[in-house]
């Protein structure tokens, strides 16, 4: 059975103390309802230590929001999945929208991160997505194909590592949610990739995740398809009512 997943995507939010609060808030009221259900916090690099020891004896899961292409060397500003392993973080984001529009995160790049991670056994949560342009004008699924690509050049048992969250673009921030009927629609086509160039199996032992918008009152809808695993939240993870609220739509 595929794990179902919410996970927390903090972006560039919450000082350091700020972050701390919300997270004794989510240790203190989080009760982990199933063992195949999982929440994951990726807050900024200043908290991963700080959250580690605070989840360590919790069920909450850890991840970051990015890694570099190398392990190490004259990088300045960025982190190595080695540091990120460090400090005992367990999932990491790769692809998200934002990375690839503002910083121009090409396939190559994001095939290499994934790497990176894998080696350290931390789980890529890799995004994938389409623009409101490319939706309109019926090009959705030939963007998530592209996208995809850079998975399929991961071997199938590190590909077994991978959970994928659609987030379309347009959704994003906005206010707007792909419908129900949407989200699974994307979710059956990106089940339906992985069928065809990993097997069933590991088609149906994906998780693949919605993000967009998700918040506690449409979570339950969402979660409801049989193809959509769980969220990636950004907003709605900021405080911990919203984010548990969520989880607990699973």
Request: aromatic share 8%; net charge negative; hydrophobic share 40%.
């Amino acid at each position: 059975m595929r794990k179902k997943i919410v996970a927390g995507n903090w972006k560039m939010n919450k000082n350091f103390q700020e972050g701390i609060d919300i997270a004794n808030e989510l240790v203190k009221d989080f009760n982990p309802s199933d063992s195949n259900k999982k929440l994951v916090v990726c807050p900024p690099f200043i908290h991963l230590s700080a959250l580690a020891e605070l989840f360590d004896k919790s069920e909450i899961g850890l991840g970051a929001q990015n890694c570099h292409t190398s392990g190490k060397g004259a990088f300045t500003g960025e982190i190595s999945s080695e540091m990120l392993k460090s400090v005992h973080t367990q999932y990491c984001l790769v692809g998200h929208s934002e990375r690839r529009a503002f910083f121009f995160e090409d396939n190559e790049e994001l095939y290499q991160k994934c790497k990176q991670l894998l080696v350290k056994e931390i789980q890529p949560i890799f995004c994938c997505g389409e623009l409101l342009e490319d939706r309109k004008e019926g090009e959705h699924f030939d963007v998530i194909e592209d996208q995809l690509e850079v998975l399929w050049k991961l071997s199938k048992t590190d590909f077994e590592k991978v959970v994928i969250a659609y987030e379309p673009v347009w959704a994003i921030g906005t206010g707007e949610t792909a419908t129900a009927e949407q989200a699974q629609e994307i979710h059956a086509f990106i089940r339906s990739q992985v069928a065809e160039k990993m097997g069933e199996t590991i088609a149906e032992n994906t998780s693949i995740l919605y993000g967009g918008s998700c918040k506690a009152s449409n979570a339950a809808e969402l979660f409801s398809k049989p193809d959509v695993d769980g969220g990636l939240i950004g907003g709605a993870a900021l405080k911990a009512e919203d984010f548990l609220g969520i989880y607990n739509a699973l």
